[in-house]
């Protein structure tokens, strides 16, 4: 299963962006999706997830600015970010777990795309 990532760039603090991840190959389900995040020098941590039937989990530093979302219908999930800040510079990352088919999971990370706050 591949994902692709995209809606990265350059934004100003206070700006919003609005990133987006696709899969796609041989999918039988996808469990939950979500979003993480590598700054520089630093571990990468979790951002947000949403499970199959909709449920969320947002890390303490972005909850009430980013909004996570999916269209199972497109094996698609969307973070959109919004009150931007400089330390919400990272790469961001696109995780989705499932199944390939009855008895054979799949865990695939996309490529990631860079989010950059100016001050």
């Known amino acids: 299963v591949q994902l692709q990532a995209s809606g990265g760039g350059l934004v100003q603090a206070g700006g919003s962006l609005r990133l987006s991840c696709a899969a796609s190959g041989s999918i039988f389900s996808i469990n939950a999706m979500g979003w993480y995040r590598q700054a520089p020098g630093k571990q990468r941590e979790l951002v947000a997830t949403?499970?199959?039937?909709?449920?969320?989990n947002y890390a303490d530093s972005v909850k009430g600015r980013f909004t996570i979302s999916r269209d199972n219908a497109k094996n698609t999930v969307y973070l959109q970010m919004n009150s931007l800040r400089p330390e919400d510079t990272a790469v961001y990352y696109c995780?989705?777990?499932?199944?390939?088919?009855?008895?054979?999971?799949?865990?695939?990370w996309g490529q990631g795309t860079l989010v950059t706050v100016s001050s």
């Open positions: 949403i499970t199959s039937g909709g449920r969320t």
């Open positions: 995780n989705a777990d499932g199944n390939v088919s009855w008895y054979r999971r799949f865990d695939s």
